[in-house]
């Protein structure tokens, strides 16, 4: 995994790419675990966590991850989501956080020696390739044993080092077959709960 304890590090993660990538491969994301396992193995000095919102009057799903994000670690960067009915009149939302991603790699790699990148959009090549110029080591986490691969090859060739995330997903992840364990200590896991929007009949075991 070519982590090192003295690289300072920022994690820049796409939250919707992380969420549907672990969710292809069985996981759901505790994310308290996910900045444990990294602060462990590198000196994490920043995580950033990508989301666009929809803006509604309704209350947002996402409002509980957010907001637990913002008070534990995490530099939270939100916008406004879009909301829109396609040409066979299902409900979309698009929110692309390109931008706000590049920006903040750009900026924060004169002052770190490793990026970790949570997506598997080719689009960032580019960026990637500016920011190890600046001579930043950069690590993208996505999978090639989603069907199909959630990596382009593009990025995955220009990225000092791929990080698959159905290896890595022991350390932060729990299957969502497994029955959660309901204890009156235990906490459950926090997950991303954007499903909500697209299945609101699903009730979460967790709740």
Not at 23 to 38: A, E
Not at 75 to 94: I, N, Q, S
Request: proline content about 6%.
């Amino acid at each position: 995994m070519n982590l090192k304890k003295d690289e300072r590090t920022c994690l820049f993660i796409d939250g919707s790419s992380l969420y549907s990538t672990s969710r292809s491969l069985g996981f759901d994301v505790d994310y308290k675990k996910l900045l444990d396992f990294f602060a462990s193995k590198t000196h994490v000095i920043r995580a950033y966590y990508y989301a666009a919102i929809l803006d509604t009057e309704d209350y947002s799903p996402l409002k509980p991850l957010t907001d637990w994000l913002s008070y534990n670690g995490y530099f939270l960067v939100t916008k406004p989501a879009r909301e829109f009915t396609d040409a066979t009149g299902k409900r979309r939302v698009k929110g692309n956080m390109e931008i706000e991603i590049a920006v903040d790699m750009m900026e924060m790699a004169p002052h770190i020696d490793h990026a970790i990148l949570f997506t598997g959009d080719s689009d960032f090549r580019r960026v990637v390739e500016a920011v190890q110029r600046q001579g930043t080591r950069v690590s993208v986490v996505s999978s090639m044993r989603s069907s199909p691969p959630l990596i382009g090859d593009d990025l995955r060739r220009q990225a000092d080092n791929f990080l698959e995330l159905a290896t890595l997903g022991a350390n932060f992840t729990r299957r969502q077959t497994e029955a959660p364990t309901r204890t009156r200590t235990a906490a459950p896991p926090v997950r991303h709960p954007a499903d909500q929007l697209s299945e609101p009949e699903e009730e979460d075991p967790l709740t």
